[in-house]
């Protein structure tokens, strides 16, 4: 610490005790911009060191997070109070996709030639996507090791240097994985991490950073925008989401219930891909309701062997109370939990039926434990229904014959079929949003390409007969090039 400088330190908070678990300095933005600049320096390096040498240190990084998942996962437990148990599992999802960013960031962004076409056809012609330089990643903590490291693996397999602003709540998860990278790259600080407050992360948005990737709230989101566009720094967006589960009339009711269970109520709902409402078919409605509130009452959250923990933040216990009461007030009734069970850390879950669709439990993001289930005549107002929301984040589908069919006509950035959230999982598929849930992409091609920016070469090989672009251009070779057009372009209809 320099003398005479201001220091300030923040807590991470254990939500299910609320004793402290950590205390970390809250950088400023002198501290932010001496770490990207020395990332910078390292990302020179990086970049230089090639695909086959940067995946075998991203392996070897994989190696050490899997050795240490234990730990982690008592890190993620202890900060943000999800179950070990969903802590290794959220583990295990992201060093899939670790994986498969190491391996195949060379097929999918190394230079590769491509048709010159007719008019250009001395050229040979390349393309090739670079990467940034150095990316900055702000991250949650509703998933502190899965969510992040989206962004983290694939802007590192590209060959980008990364500046890390983990979660006020779940920093000391992000140092873990800051920890783990350097003991597998000790040479220089490639993957740094910044701690802090939103303030520390707005000093991120506006350093020299080549590119923020962003997972938080659709409100912090737009302040990340607004800060980035002072630079003109382009951003990915992974914001808040609403999404919804339909339930056909043919749909396996039991498995569409044990989704609608596990897809709204694990991590006590603060997923931003949770089962916030759910659509069904009139002629299984009663049916199916009756299923998931059986289901649903073996859940409970607490400590201990609890199959939920408890809400991270405090604030968003009295926004939860809030859709609760204003549903019940407005005509909705309570079939499992309801107003009395949000009093404490650890709320209950609740399944709320005949909420009205404009009111904030249907429309606003709850992150918690809650259900808002309704009654549709058919799919089409299902669909009409899903995609009112201004999020779209992804979507589930129960139905046997017709799933196909209904995904296709929902507007969002994912759809599973017959289960809930597999399209997240998969490796080689996209995962972002639309709408109030964001753009850009991470995982899978798409999430590689998200941290490079495309560069395309020619090379003349040949003086072309046509040459086009000079003032010595002869009427002749106007001639010709009217005539191709007219026989290329021209007879389309
Ligand atoms: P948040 O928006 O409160 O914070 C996210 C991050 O932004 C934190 O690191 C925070 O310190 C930082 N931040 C806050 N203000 C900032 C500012 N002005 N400038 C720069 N950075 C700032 O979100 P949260 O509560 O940590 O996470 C929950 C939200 O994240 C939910 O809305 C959830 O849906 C969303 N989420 C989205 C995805 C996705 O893939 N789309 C994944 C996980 C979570």
């Not at 072309?464 to 021209?490: E, Q």
Request: overall charge negative.
């Amino acid at each position: 610490m320099t003398a005479g400088r201001e220091f300030s330190t923040f807590e991470v908070y254990d939500p299910a005790t609320g004793r402290a678990v950590g205390s970390y300095p809250a950088q400023s933005a002198a501290d932010v911009d001496a770490t990207v600049a020395a990332a910078h320096d390292a990302s020179a390096w990086w970049g230089a060191l090639g695909f086959a040498e940067r995946r075998r240190r991203l392996d070897a990084w994989r190696g050490e997070i899997a050795r240490g998942r234990a730990e982690l996962a008592e890190i993620i437990h202890t900060e943000m109070g999800k179950p070990i148990s969903d802590a290794k599992l959220e583990i295990a999802m992201a060093l899939e996709h670790l994986k498969w960013a190491a391996g195949n960031a060379e097929s999918v962004l190394g230079r590769r030639s491509v048709s010159p076409g007719l008019l250009a056809i001395n050229q040979e012609a390349t393309v090739e996507y670079r990467p940034f330089g150095v990316v900055g990643v702000i991250g949650p903590w509703n998933y502190p090791v899965f969510t992040p490291m989206g962004s983290l693996s694939f802007a590192l397999a590209a060959g980008n240097a990364v500046v890390f602003k983990p979660s006020e709540y779940a920093t000391g998860t992000g140092v873990w994985l800051a920890d783990a990278f350097a003991a597998v790259v000790p040479e220089h600080p490639v993957l740094s991490v910044v701690t802090g407050l939103a303030e520390t992360g707005a000093a991120l948005c506006r350093s020299a950073v080549g590119k923020i990737g962003f997972t938080g709230s659709t409100a912090t989101g737009k302040r990340v925008m607004a800060a980035c566009a002072e630079n003109l720094t382009p951003v990915l967006m992974e914001c808040g989401g609403k999404d919804a589960l339909i339930v056909d009339v043919d749909a396996d009711l039991d498995a569409a219930a044990d989704a609608a269970v596990w897809g709204g109520l694990s991590n006590a709902g603060q997923t931003c891909l949770a089962v916030e409402r759910v659509y069904v078919h009139a002629d299984v409605y009663d049916r199916f309701v009756a299923t998931l509130v059986a289901a649903a009452r073996g859940i409970s959250a607490g400590g201990g062997d609890s199959k939920i923990g408890p809400i991270t933040m405090l604030e968003q216990i009295e926004v939860i109370r809030r859709h609760i009461d204003d549903a019940i007030s407005r005509g909705a009734t309570a079939l499992l939990g309801g107003p009395q069970t949000v009093d404490r850390q650890f709320v209950q879950p609740t399944i709320l039926v005949d909420v009205p669709e404009d009111s904030a439990a249907v429309t606003e993001e709850t992150f918690g434990p809650t259900l808002t289930v309704a009654k549709v005549r058919d799919m089409d107002e299902a669909i009409e229904r899903v995609n009112a929301s201004e999020y779209a984040l992804g979507a589930t589908v129960f139905a046997r014959r017709n799933g196909r069919r209904i995904a296709d006509r929902i507007r969002a950035g994912g759809t599973s079929i017959n289960a809930f959230v597999a399209h997240a999982t998969i490796p080689t598929l996209p995962l972002g949003g639309v709408g109030s849930s964001g753009f850009g992409r991470v995982h899978g091609p798409d999430g590689l390409k998200e941290f490079t920016y495309a560069k395309a070469t020619t090379r003349q090989r040949f003086a072309s007969p046509l040459a086009l672009t000079t003032f010595a251009r002869s009427a002749a070779i106007d001639t010709v090039v009217d005539r191709l057009v007219a026989v290329l372009h021209g007879r389309t209809r």
